[in-house]
């Protein structure tokens, strides 16, 4: 059995106490950034554009399809990934969500700069190095940047997660608060 790093051990710990197999976050999370990144190719032209109210919508009908996605096994989630992947191409806010989630990962934990820097570049922006460029540029072998990787598609998945929780929460106490 291959060993795993502490931070590896604190991420997986950290989707286990959330009630996930740390395989199935990192599975469901790189799907959702390579469907993320497709999103680049497509013209502005054929994305929709949505005012305040279809954005608000488009947000909590993602939050929620997202929140399933992830309760579920991933064969078991097509339903709501199917919903997010149409909606995710349209999405103009959505880079500002990950951006945050990123800069909090990036002063919350140990390499969080280096996750970070390894998500920007694979998934985020639109001509993204290869592995041995990323090694060169971090100083480490092709082999830990592929670790790293794994270690940073997880911590962002399980970190969207409690994000949305947390959201989700906040729009049922001002439900509450309103009624």
């Given at each position: 059995?291959?060993?795993?790093?502490?931070?590896?051990?604190?991420?997986?710990?950290?989707?286990?106490?959330?009630?996930?197999e740390?395989?199935?976050?990192?599975?469901?999370?790189?799907?959702?950034?390579?469907?993320?990144r497709?999103?680049?190719?497509?013209?502005?032209?054929?994305k929709?554009?949505?005012?305040?109210?279809?954005?608000?919508?488009?947000?909590?009908?993602?939050?929620?399809?997202?929140?399933?996605?992830?309760?579920?096994?991933?064969?078991?989630?097509?339903?709501?990934?199917?919903?997010?992947?149409?909606?995710?191409?349209?999405?103009?806010?959505?880079?500002?969500?990950?951006?945050?989630?990123?800069?909090?990962?990036?002063?919350?934990?140990?390499?969080?700069?280096?996750?970070?820097?390894?998500?920007?570049?694979?998934?985020l922006?639109?001509?993204?190095?290869?592995?041995e460029?990323?090694?060169?540029?971090?100083?480490l072998?092709?082999?830990?940047?592929?670790?790293?990787k794994?270690?940073?598609?997880?911590?962002l998945?399980i970190?969207?997660?409690?994000y949305?929780?947390?959201?989700?929460?906040?729009?049922?106490?001002?439900?509450?608060r309103?009624?």
């Amino acid at each position: 059995m291959a060993t795993i790093s502490r931070n590896e051990q604190r991420i997986n710990n950290l989707c286990i106490s959330n009630g996930f197999e740390p395989k199935d976050v990192c599975d469901l999370t790189k799907l959702l950034l390579e469907h993320y990144r497709s999103g680049f190719e497509i013209p502005q032209l054929f994305k929709i554009n949505l005012d305040s109210d279809g954005i608000r919508d488009q947000k909590i009908s993602m939050r929620r399809d997202f929140l399933e996605a992830m309760r579920l096994p991933l064969k078991e989630s097509t339903e709501y990934l199917d919903r997010i992947f149409q909606n995710l191409r349209d999405c103009t806010w959505m880079r500002s969500i990950i951006d945050m989630v990123l800069d909090q990962i990036a002063g919350g934990i140990c390499e969080g700069d280096l996750y970070k820097r390894i998500i920007e570049n694979y998934y985020l922006n639109s001509d993204s190095i290869s592995n041995e460029e990323m090694a060169r540029a971090e100083n480490l072998s092709t082999a830990s940047i592929e670790r790293k990787k794994r270690e940073a598609i997880k911590y962002l998945g399980i970190s969207m997660y409690i994000y949305a929780c947390c959201r989700e929460q906040e729009e049922r106490d001002q439900y509450d608060r309103a009624r």
